[in-house]
């Protein structure tokens, strides 16, 4: 996928995944959801290995809330903030040192609810560098790439089952090296890969 290709692709995620994302996400939103906080994580493409990669994180073991999982870079909104984008780009800077200039953001793709009370949104980013990272060992306890094309075909997802709130939940997740990419961040992703399925 060339550049242009792939800006037009991440443009075109913000008007296609709201219903996506929503539908899969309905069982937690048991409150209105403007008392969900806001929350925002960068989807971020580099050019690495002559193919685009998607830019993920493994949390801090020493974290209070989902040690060790896989996420994108990013965090909750801040009132300084002067917008949901400024969120994602300024927690990609603390979590993994990116200046946010190094990246070209998208239109931001309508919030996914999450059971731990967290509206987030998913701002689209790419860079056409592959940028030097700088860990905060207090968030990250490593960075990794997944493949774009790896991650856009829905056929690499499995379909896990766990319990919540006494109810069983179906969500996609997606095994990739020795990593376990599951729960909020493999829906995104999962969400993404059924758009470009169809937007092919």
Known sequence: MNTETLRDFLKSLSSQQHGLLNKRNTLFIEQPADSFRPAAVLLAL?????????????????????????????GGYDTEDASLTETALREAHEEVGTPCHTWETFDIIPPCYTPS??????????SETEPRLTLNPSEVAEAFYV?????????????????????????????????????????????MAEHFRRYR
Request: hydrophobic share 40%.
């Open 46 to 74: 580099v050019p690495r290995q002559e193919e685009w990669q998607i830019l993920l994180t493994k949390r801090a073991e020493t974290l209070k809330h989902h040690t060790g999982q896989v996420a994108f870079p990013g």
């Open 147 to 191: 493949p774009l094309s790896l991650a856009l075909d829905t056929a690499n997802y499995q379909q896990r089952i766990f319990q919540y709130q006494n109810r069983t939940v179906q969500s996609p997740a997606l095994p990739y090296l020795h990593y376990d990419i599951w729960g909020l961040t493999a829906s995104i992703l999962y969400s």
């Open 117 to 126: 009370g967290y509206a987030v949104y998913t701002v689209p980013a790419l």
